[in-house]
Nanobody, 116 residues
Framework: QVQLVESGGGLVQPGGSLRLSCAASGMIFGTYDMGWYRQAPGKQRELVARIFSDFVTTYAISVKGRFTISRDNVKNTVFLQMNSLKPEDTAVYYC??????????WGQGTQVTVSS
């Protein structure tokens, strides 16, 4: 079955950096569009960044220029490099895999806390 396992979350000071990873298994990774979403307490889950199967990327306005999404189709992994982190980036970050003809899958989430 499809599994998405996130890692790399943690506590970081404002202005710091973190790199999230999402390792996928049980799927033909290169055929899926991959995304990172986040959900802060009391808020709806929102799209942070997406990288399509053709490597085109899109970003939420709030993270553009600070976050970079990338994928390694050999290692079946998608990454989210987060720089210049702000307290408002604090959330649980979820990995998402989507293929229109099949459906979508979610990871279990990893906590990112930005605080001094």
């Amino acid at each position: 079955q499809v599994q998405l396992v996130e890692s790399g979350g943690g506590l970081v000071q404002p202005g710091g950096s973190l790199r999230l990873s999402c390792a996928a298994s049980g799927m033909i990774f290169g055929t899926y569009d991959m995304g990172w979403y986040r959900q802060a307490p009391g808020k709806q889950r929102e799209l942070v960044a997406r990288i399509f199967s053709d490597f085109v990327t899109t970003y939420a306005i709030s993270v553009k220029g600070r976050f970079t999404i990338s994928r390694d189709n050999v290692k079946n992994t998608v990454f989210l490099q987060m720089n210049s982190l702000k307290p408002e980036d604090t959330a649980v970050y979820y990995c998402n895999a989507n293929r229109v003809t099949i459906g979508e899958y979610w990871g279990q989430g990893t906590q990112v806390t930005v605080s001094s």
